[in-house]
């Protein structure tokens, strides 16, 4: 019986590393590569990690296996060894508190470039900003302008976006901290420009939510009573999940709504389409009948 | 009885309605306020044991859930007829935060502390009783208004929504969710009435493994399990009063019109906008500044216990026994200064974050030393194959996966991503059932017979194991991967999300796996009552272990000990070459030394006043 | 004891716990329908049972005006024995794909789809039909489907707040407030028809689409446009089932209330003469006849809902919101004819005297609708619009009111008038803070920026038009 107990405890990770590894096949795994510049460096830390942890997780599994089937060798009724009677190992004790401090210190170290990217307001993006905002865009603005491209509102349950408006010359205005007359509004479907760093507002109206693009690996608490800038980059054009991922009530799980990013053009007209419908004043005219549709 | 510690009576002195051939003496007393640490020790165990199978229950039912959405649930459908069995929302809400808070609250924390603590800390330092006695009483009796509250919030209040974690607005507004109405009052003088019933046994732990030791049992001659009680103690009487100063402000935003955690102009279900100007942030810095050493209690006494079983199963002796200490001793100083690393995302001071991804990341540094020294004690041991080393093993094994998982989490830009999915649930199921709740199923096994002077069966227990490691691994190893997918926790429907929706397979998988998980603990259940009476009888020390605890009767009577031991060496001396023996129990004089000590030492002077104590509190 | 014996004794224990199971959904009914008597609510029961069926179990009545079906047309042709085309002129529905059943009425045999290619509406089928398929035949794609799939969606999305029967009293109801809609009386707020009309479906897709901001109501943006329908046609049949309950009770039975039987009583009837008569009137199909008014006139304003000129109509485009416009609009406000500041207040608040006034046979003081629940006015401030935010939104909720609730209809004011109204309404929110206002400049000398909003409003019109 201590045979079947050693290779069960030999077997186990072996099972668990096969299940890994076919994982990826049948959709166990990230939805999708990392669909931004920085998602992508989150992802080759996640690897990194996974391979240390792995090796390890090999590495100790493996111990344990050896000691358990020398261990049970040594109760086999024709060796009936003594046990080693040993308080441990000075030099043991020191390889593997040093080893595994430098391996540790070096994975915390190596993340610090990133967590700084994501979140330190200097180290934002400010000028690809500023560009998509002024010659993408074609948005009228000046230093004291927001960056932001949009205010994203979390209540229960569900997203309010809030973009800015046109001018009288059909001009993107800069999104005010305050709502304006001119703001168009929209809700679960968060439309933005692909291919440039964008940044939100990220609000609560009542309690805790959570911001999570999964495609992105973008996640930010939306904490009631901050305005919290949330800045990231979709590479490719597409429709990528944005879902709440911080306990916001029982409705927590229909806070479904999706990011669609696309070319600069595309986003305009969109937010032209967003005004046309938004400004409808019910007088039905051939152009305006599809809104009625809607 | 004042001089049962410095006499020697015969055991079971002072108790005249058992013989010691009462072998369920000590099961007898668990209906009376017992101050004996045993009883209540065991009153800790059985209640525990119950409520696992109530978290348990719980949890089912949140599988369920997940495996078949908005399909007919047993037991819990139940309540909603009107609907043919489907669940609501805020019913599923209310089972996940009811599972954590009993699991947590109600089984780990006082299954290893309150059950093991107390039954283990006098007899292996070779005290008669705690220090004091009525105090450990308490802490016991004090579970039982917490259950009482718990259970309130479930069936009059519609049970608290708001997570475990119970982070405000969400539970600082009444109107915010359901069953944050009164549900989430009880539920704050649960977790209470259950802070003052573990700072009572910290604050014992402590005073008893400080002045009660008997003579020759210096600092490090100590058990490890001792050392994790006594560090765990410390970490308590540190931590919870944060936690109970914020629950109380929780309660007076909720009921006093407070704002300590509501900022202004929040509007919730159409009430009128908050006024206020609190930060919901504080509550998570207070919550986590108890919650995440809090882990660590839960881990802490394991860790010992496992320590002190694998060096018994394997006849040898535990693998650097100081650095196990010192490592215990850094995870719980380590402990203080992580909590920050629950809220990476939710908007905190950059530079803040690196300091706390530092900081948690070498945490993992001396769990990773004492995981070494666990397999070190296993190599070249001579393990018997028995429920408890299963058992012992098992922890190591699911504490390396928990371990290097919490790096993954550690790490502040891959915790952006994965933090609040599946792979956190993963990864602290890993580290509190894997490693704990094994670690505490070999202690079962292993201290029986001292509990109750009858072995468990063998044979139930490997069934117990087997199914129960199976069970384990088919439901929490698969949920990497659904972290990896990234997942969210608490969602009750996650297959309304498209990039979710092939998940659902392997969440039937997983499902089935808790269902056999559950079912393996009914035998648990029964091993321990089918052994009660049917047991096979165990002597004084069944295992030829070290421990002074071996050196007692089984059961203890009052008092534990026929005569205040002497120690003469640490607990781990198995196998020693000189000997032909394998066990070298700690009071046993050695030969060499030409002058024993004395039969009957004198009370040191610490030990004194403490018999007095207990002699006037029986 | 055998411990095994044991075990194997827990583990049935436990199987059959498992087991142990509630029985189907059902349909409640409301609470008039206990002030019955006995074989009345027994005849209600009979009816909706074999109209409606159970939530499970539903019945396809074809007299109310809902689409059940994926589809109702006709083969056009039959290329070979297990192949059929059929005429998708009139669009294929979404949801068709393998596994739908298809129904041919000649044969009256269903039969299920293996392949479907919706451009050319060619479907393979599962087996040989029986008799040859004939051009022209009349069949049914997917019977009932909609409505199938529609009380699954239902049970995932809407069930747990508005209720199996759409009573809006699920299990989730009573934590919301306001509460969810009962939709049983027929009676929804935010709609864009006249106001004797029930909702049309785009009413219904758009509130279910949009969400109600200031409620629990989420938006489900992201359904598909199938399942949006399919929704909007269940909610609808709940709808047209709880109006027939109500009707049935409170006018083809209202003699047969307890009220009614118990004065009958005192009159001099007998108990046993009152059933007699009763099951006499039910068999010579008297009952059945006043039932048949009913539907026929429920039926007609569902129907008519859909219809266009059913629409509240608007001949004018909104005027740009000048100061002038918007002056009038507030002296229309203060207008002791039109009241609105009786309940919205003088400073639009929704703090208005009314909230505090008693009516007869409400159970307090302040605003109750159509379901007794107390409303307040909205508090005009906050810049949350229910109903939607479009001018048109904002001109229906005055022309039709907000149906259900104390709002009445100003269906007789003039055009320009409702204009200024809205034009007004819109300014509300931006009185003290006006547009612009966040930003650096405007903060420094807001005393000429009175015009702004006005400005931006006419602008953002000329863009609309654009």
């Known amino acids: ?294 | 009885m004042s001089s049962a510690t410095t006499t020697a009576p015969e055991s079971g002195h002072g108790h005249h309605h058992h013989n010691p051939e009462d072998r369920l003496a000590l099961l007898k007393q668990i209906w009376m306020f017992s101050t004996d640490h045993k009883v209540i020790g065991i009153q800790f165990l059985v209640t525990t044991l119950l409520m696992l199978m109530v978290g348990g229950a719980l949890a089912l039912g949140v599988r369920w859930q997940l495996a078949f959405p908005w399909e007919n649930m047993p037991f819990f459908g139940l309540l909603f007829p009107t609907e043919g069995g489907q669940i609501s929302p805020e019913a599923y809400t209310m089972l996940f935060t009811m599972h954590a808070t009993v699991m947590i609250f109600l089984v780990i924390i006082p299954v290893l502390a309150g059950a093991f603590g107390n039954f283990l800390i006098p007899l292996m330092i070779g005290a008669d009783d705690m220090a004091f006695p009525i105090l450990n009483a308490l802490s016991y009796w004090f579970m039982w208004p917490a259950i009482f509250c718990f259970g309130a919030s479930f069936f009059f209040g519609g049970g608290p929504g708001n997570g475990w974690t119970s982070y405000p607005v969400l539970s600082a507004v009444p109107e915010a969710a359901p069953g944050s109405g009164f549900a989430q009052f009880f539920w704050l003088m649960g977790v209470t009435l259950v802070g003052v019933s573990s700072m009572m046994g910290s604050v014992n732990y402590m005073t008893t493994i400080i002045n009660m030791r008997a003579p020759g049992m210096t600092l490090f001659r100590m058990p490890l399990t001792i050392w994790g009680m006594f560090i765990t103690a410390i970490l308590q009487a540190f931590a919870l009063p944060v936690l109970t100063a914020a629950g109380f402000m929780l309660v007076s935003d909720r009921m006093l019109g407070t704002c300590f955690f509501i900022p202004s102009g929040m509007v919730i279900n159409n009430a009128d906008p908050t006024v206020g100007g609190g930060q919901p942030l504080l509550w998570q810095h207070l919550f986590w500044f108890y919650s995440h050493p809090a882990v660590y209690i839960m881990l802490l006494p394991a860790m010992g216990m496992v320590s002190d079983m694998l060096a018994c199963c394997c006849r040898k002796p535990i693998f650097g026994y100081k650095p196990m200490v010192y490592s215990m001793a850094a995870i719980a100083g380590l402990g203080f200064i992580v909590w920050g690393h629950h809220m990476f995302t939710s908007g905190m001071n950059p530079a803040l974050g690196m300091t706390f991804m530092i900081s948690t990341v070498m945490i993992a540094l001396p769990s990773a030393v004492k995981v070494f020294n666990w397999i070190g004690t296993i190599w070249g041991g001579r393990p018997e194959f028995n429920t408890v080393f299963l058992n012992c093993v098992a922890f190591v094994s699911m504490f390396i996966v928990g371990g290097l998982s919490g790096i993954f989490m550690a790490a502040v830009p891959v915790d952006i991503y994965i933090h609040d999915t599946y792979f956190i649930v993963a990864h602290f199921h890993y580290v509190l059932f894997g490693a704990t709740l094994f670690g505490v199923f070999g202690a079962v096994h292993f201290w029986f017979p001292k509990m109750f002077g009858r072995r468990m069966d063998e044979t139930l227990g490997k069934w117990h194991f087997f199914l129960t490691f199976i069970g384990f691994n088919g439901t929490f190893f698969p949920m990497h991967l659904l972290g990896v997918a990234g997942m969210p926790r608490r969602y009750a429907d996650p297959y309304l999300h498209p990039y979710l929706e092939n998940l659902l397979p392997m969440n039937q998988f997983m499902t089935i796996c808790a269902c056999l998980m559950g079912f393996a603990q009914f035998i648990l259940l029964f091993n321990f009552a089918y052994s009660l009476f049917k047991g096979q009888k165990a002597g004084m020390n069944p295992w030829l272990a070290n421990g002074l605890e071996w050196v007692a009767p089984s059961p203890p009577g009052h008092g534990n000990f026929a005569a205040v031991p002497t120690v003469y060496r640490g607990p781990y001396e198995y196998s020693a070459p000189e000997r032909d023996d394998d066990h070298w129990l700690q009071t046993e004089p050695p030969k060499s030394s030409p002058v024993p000590e004395p039969p009957k030492p004198e009370p040191t002077p610490d030990s004194a006043p403490v018999g007095e104590d207990t002699g006037s509190s029986s | ?466």
């Open chain 1, 1 to 294: 019986m201590k045979w079947f107990w050693c290779l069960f405890f030999a077997f186990w990770p072996i099972l668990g590393i096969a299940v890994c590894l076919v994982a990826p096949g049948y959709g166990w795994w990230f939805p999708g590569p990392a669909a931004s510049p920085l998602g992508q460096r989150i992802d080759d830390l996640f690897y990194m990690i996974l391979i240390i942890t792995t090796l390890t997780f090999i590495g100790t599994q493996i111990g344990l296996a050896y000691v358990l089937f020398t261990g049970a060798r040594r109760t086999d009724p024709d060796v009936q060894e003594k046990a080693w009677f040993s308080h441990g190992s000075h030099e043991l004790e020191v390889i593997w508190s040093v080893a595994p401090a430098f391996i540790l210190l070096f994975i915390a170290l190596y993340q610090l470039d990133v967590w700084a990217d994501y979140r330190v307001k200097d180290l934002f993006p400010h000028e690809k900003m500023e560009g998509l905002l002024s010659e993408g865009l074609h948005q009228k603005r000046d230093e004291h302008d927001n960056m932001h491209l949009a205010e994203v509102t979390a209540r229960q349950f569900e997203w309010r976006i809030r973009y800015p408006g046109f001018d009288e010359d059909g001009n993107l205005l800069p999104l005010e901290r305050e709502p304006q007359p001119t703001d168009l509004y929209d809700v679960n479907d968060l439309h933005l420009p692909a291919s440039a760093p964008v940044m939100i507002m990220l609000k609560s109206q009542d309690v805790q939510h959570s911001f999570f693009l999964p495609e992105l690996r973008v996640k930010q608490d939306a904490v009631p009573g901050l305005v919290i800038p949330v800045w990231f980059e979709a590479t490719k054009k597409g429709e990528y999940a944005l879902t709440c991922a911080e306990l916001c009530g029982w409705g927590h799980y229909k806070m479904k709504a999706r990011l669609v990013a696309e070319s600069d053009e595309e986003f305009l007209e969109y937010l032209r389409e967003l005004h046309r419908k938004q400004f409808f004043d019910g007088v039905v005219e051939a152009e305006s009948e599809e809104d009625e549709d809607e």
């Open chain 3, 1 to 466: 004891m055998k411990p095994w014996s044991f075990l194997i004794f827990c583990s049935l224990a436990l199987l059959h716990l498992t087991g142990c199971n509630s029985s189907p959904p059902q349909f409640s009914n409301r609470a008039e329908f206990d002030d019955l008597e006995p074989y009345a609510q027994e005849y209600v029961s009979e009816v909706l049972d074999s109209y409606f069926g159970t939530p499970t179990e539903s019945v396809a009545w074809e007299r109310l005006p809902i689409e059940y079906h994926f589809a109702e047309t006709t083969v056009s042709g039959s290329p070979s024995p297990r192949k059929v085309t059929l005429d998708v002129s009139a669009g294929g529905h979404g949801s068709i794909g393998p596994g739908t059943e298809i129904h041919f009425a000649s044969s009256n045999e269903s039969n299920w789809i293996t392949e479907w290619d919706a451009a050319t509406g060619l479907a393979t089928l599962e087996r040989k039909p029986t008799q040859t398929i004939a051009e022209g035949e009349a069949v049914i794609v997917g019977p009932g489907a909609i409505l199938k799939n529609g009380r699954h969606l239902y049970a995932q999305h809407c069930q747990h707040c508005h209720g199996v029967s759409g009573d809006g009293n699920g299990p989730t109801a009573r934590y919301l407030n306001p509460l969810p809609r009962d939709y049983r009386n027929g009676r929804f707020k935010f709609t864009t028809t006249n106001y004797d009309f029930s909702p049309s479906r785009d009413d219904l897709d758009r509130v279910i689409r949009e969400g109600i901001p200031g409620t629990y109501m989420p938006s489900f943006k992201l359904l598909k446009q199938e399942e949006m329908q399919a929704i909007v046609e269940y909610v609808r049949w709940l709808s047209m089932r709880g109006e027939i309950e109500k009707q049935l009770i409170e006018t083809a039975l209202a003699d047969y209330t307890h009220e009614a039987v118990k004065l009958r009583i005192d009159g001099g009837a007998s108990r046993g003469e009152i059933e007699t008569e009763f099951n006499k009137r039910v068999a010579e199909g008297e009952i059945q006849e006043s039932l048949d008014v009913v539907v026929d006139l429920m039926v007609e304003r569902w129907k008519g809902s859909d219809l266009p000129e059913n629409m509240v109509q608007v001949a004018t485009n909104r005027p740009p919101a000048t100061p002038e416009s918007i002056a009038r609009g507030r002296q229309l406000y203060l207008d002791v004819n039109n009241k609105c500041a009786s309940c919205h207040g003088d400073a639009g608040f929704g703090d208005g005297p009314q909230n505090y006034a008693f009516t007869p046979g409400k159970p307090g003081p302040g605003l109750y609708d159509d379901w007794n629940n107390p409303v307040k006015p909205r508090n005009l401030h906050t810049g949350i619009y229910r109903g939607g935010r479009r001018p048109y939104d904002l001109f229906c909720r005055i022309r039709a009111s907000v149906k259900g609730t104390p709002m009445p209809k100003f269906d007789t004011m003039k055009e320009e008038d409702v204009w200024d109204l809205v034009n007004y309404v819109y300014s509300i929110p931006y009185e003290e803070e006006v547009a612009g206002s966040g930003r650096l400049e405007e903060m420094v000398d807001s005393a000429e920026s009175e015009t702004e909003p006005a400005a931006a409003e006419s602008e953002s019109n000329e863009v609309a038009s654009r």
